[in-house]
């Protein structure tokens, strides 16, 4: 294995943040050397990253995929600005994909800062979602599609990308503490919405998965 | 030492697996919770949500998209960069930037006013809120 993928794919671990720095350093001189293992390795460990973030704040997979694309573009040209001091990787580069998100949000005239009023119907959520009776995981999709933008991004990087909240508040260019909030009032609304609508979701859940804890 | 507003805060935020919570506060929280039934109990409530939300996980990227991606990088960043200031300049170029430099410094020493308070701060404020990346992207759009 080459050293900068040695780099890459191993964890920081006895280096830690040092480690991690170096790390991310190695990979962003071998992607602005043009080194494809490189750009293959950090495809791959941000993609999943950014086409969570864009299908999640724009409710539209193809439109999330074109925001992929843009996003990678803009790490191309950009990568020699990277500093990884300032920022993991990870959240350097989905900072980027946010903010292409929020721009194509702005031209759709979707509100941005809004962040207590559903956006949609919980059955209006996106179009690709019906709410058959007993499908729980489009009634689950459904009511995440429907909380305001900020609370998607914020648990879409906490509970599904499982970004420590340093990582997530610094992606979203807030404070842990609005972090916090976020999060709760995203999940407050989400507990109202499983539990009121349609029966109650998450009893049911509870029911299926009884010996879990 | 942990309480149980705090705790009951993280879990409304972070939800019932502990591994999602800050890692300052995590072992506390742990233990917290092994003496705590109502923490428990919280914990508990929050894995019902947790469960539902796992049922809405994104679809995975295809490998189509990262094929894509990866094809869509240049051979060499640096390369790019450097064939880029290579490119010949006109000739008046340098002329014009002398000029500028000329009028904006005379402007300045004849013309200025001696700021009263505070503006070292006010330009670290402007160009602190310039990262790396937005002061590329004005750079490119200029």
Redesign the interface.
Known sequence: MRPVLRLVSGSPGKGGEDGRIAADRALAHGVERGDRDAVAALTARCLPLVTGLAARTLRDPIEAEDVAQDTFIKVWRRIAQYHPERARLETWVARIALNLCYDRLRKRGEALMGDDTPELAASDAGADVSLAAGDDARRVRAAVAALPVRQRAALELCHFQELGNIQAAAVLEISVEALESLLARGRRALKAALSDEHGDLLAGLTAGHGGET | MMMLERFA??C????GNL??W??AEREAARAFAQTTPEARDLL?Q????????D???????SDD??R???A????????R?STRSAAPRPAWAAMAAALALTVGLGAGWFGGAPAETGDMDLYADAFGAL???A??ELL?DA
Do not use: F, K, W
């Open positions: 805060a993280l409304a935020a972070y939800g591994e999602r800050p890692q508990t929050a894995q019902m949500l947790d469960r539902a939300l049922q809405a996980r994104p679809a995975p990227a998209l990262a894509r991606i990866a869509s990088a240049p051979a060499s960043v640096s390369a960069r990262d790396e990346s002061a590329l490119e």
